[in-house]
C-alpha cells in the first residue's frame, strides 16, 4: 500500500504567510519602497492563500510560470505604494532576488543539518513551504531573513544592484558641461515647492566649478551655509533667478533645507540614447554620496522613468 502524506492546511497557511511578509519587508529594505505593516500583511496574506490553492487537485493550473508571476505582480502591487513601471520593475527584481537569496539559503540549512527531512519545501516562484516545518527551523530562517535584510541588502546594493542602476548624465550651465555618474534612487522623491520639478541631487565638489567665487565662499563655510548672506553675493547676477530653497525631512533632521539651483539641461545617457531634461532642479549636498566614490549624483526616478 503506497504511503499517504497528510498536509495541514493550518500549518501551510501559517509557514507561508510569515515567510511571505519576511520576503516582503526584506524587498522593502532593499529597494526603500513606501510601504506598511498592514499593506505586507495583505500582500503575505495573498501568497499564503496561494500556496493552499496549488494543493487543491483542481486548481493545479496554478502552479505554472503565467500564475506563478502573476500572483508575485500582485502581491507587489499591494505591498508597496509605486510610483511609475521602473519603480514596479525594480520592486519586481529585488523581491525575486530576496526569495530565491532566502529559499536558498533555508534549503541549505535544513538539508544540511538533517540528513533527511519529513517537511517537503517547493519554490514556486513564491515561497510554499508543505507538511510539519519545526518551529526551530521556523526561528532559523527568520533570523536568516533578518540578516539578509540588515546586511546582505548592502553588500547586494552596493556591488551589484547600484552598478545595474548608474547612469552616465551631463549637467549643462552655459557653455560649461559637467559629466557625472549619478545613482538612480527609488527613495529619492524630492521635489521643489514651488514649480514642484523633480529634484536631482550632487555632490557640492561635483558641482563646484559652476559656480562663482562668492557663492563658493559661502558654500563653504563651516556650520552651514548663511541664506541671507548667499542670496546677497548673489544679488545682480545670473545666479540669483537660478537658485531655489528645497525643504526636506530625513532620518535625524526633521527640517532641513536644500539649497538648489536650476541647469539649463541635464543630459541622460540610457541605453547610449542621450535625453535632454529641462524641468529639473540640482540640489548640492555637501558631503561625499558614495564611499567608494562610484557615483556622485542621486537621480529622482521619474526623471528616469523620462529617459526610458
Not at 548640492?284 to 542621486?298: F, H, K, M, N, V
Amino acid at each position: 500500500m503506497p504511503a499517504t502524506s497528510v498536509v495541514y492546511g493550518d500549518v501551510v497557511f501559517l509557514i507561508n504567510f510569515i515567510m511571505d511578509y519576511l520576503v516582503l519587508w526584506a524587498t522593502a529594505r532593499f529597494g526603500q519602497f513606501k510601504t506598511a505593516s498592514g499593506r505586507l500583511a495583505m500582500a503575505a496574506l495573498l501568497g499564503a492563500t496561494y500556496s493552499l490553492l496549488v494543493l487543491w487537485p483542481d486548481l493545479h493550473f496554478l502552479v505554472s510560470l503565467v500564475a506563478r508571476v502573476g500572483f508575485s505582480v500582485i502581491m507587489i502591487l499591494v505591498a508597496y505604494r509605486l510610483a511609475g513601471f521602473r519603480n514596479f520593475l525594480a520592486a519586481f527584481v529585488y523581491f525575486y532576488l530576496v526569495a530565491f537569496a532566502m529559499g536558498g539559503a533555508m534549503l541549505g540549512a535544513i538539508y544540511f543539518f538533517q540528513s533527511y527531512s519529513s517537511s517537503s519545501v517547493l519554490v514556486d516562484g513564491l515561497l510554499t513551504f508543505l507538511g510539519h516545518v519545526p518551529y526551530l527551523w521556523l526561528v532559523a530562517a527568520a533570523s536568516a531573513a533578518f540578516l539578509l535584510a540588515r546586511w546582505g541588502a548592502m553588500f547586494i546594493r552596493r556591488n551589484f544592484l547600484r552598478s545595474f542602476f548608474q547612469v552616465p548624465v551631463i549637467i549643462r550651465m552655459g557653455e560649461k558641461s559637467l559629466p557625472l555618474k549619478a545613482l538612480v534612487d527609488t527613495g529619492n522623491q524630492l521635489r521643489d515647492p514651488l514649480t514642484h520639478k523633480p529634484v536631482m541631487i550632487a555632490e557640492y565638489q561635483a558641482l563646484k566649478p559652476f559656480f562663482p567665487e562668492a557663492m563658493c565662499r559661502v558654500l563653504e563655510v563651516k556650520g552651514g551655509v548663511n541664506l541671507t548672506e548667499l542670496t546677497s553675493s548673489l544679488a545682480g547676477s545670473p545666479w540669483a533667478m537660478r537658485l531655489h530653497m528645497i525643504p526636506f525631512t530625513s532620518i535625524g533632521k526633521a527640517r532641513g533645507l536644500l539649497i538648489g539651483f536650476r541647469p539649463d539641461e541635464v543630459v541622460i545617457v540610457a541605453d547610449d540614447r542621450p535625453v535632454k531634461i529641462k524641468d529639473i532642479i540640482v540640489g548640492i549636498y555637501q558631503e561625499q554620496l558614495s564611499p567608494e566614490g562610484t557615483y556622485r549624483a542621486l537621480l529622482h526616478p521619474d526623471i528616469f522613468q523620462v529617459a526610458m
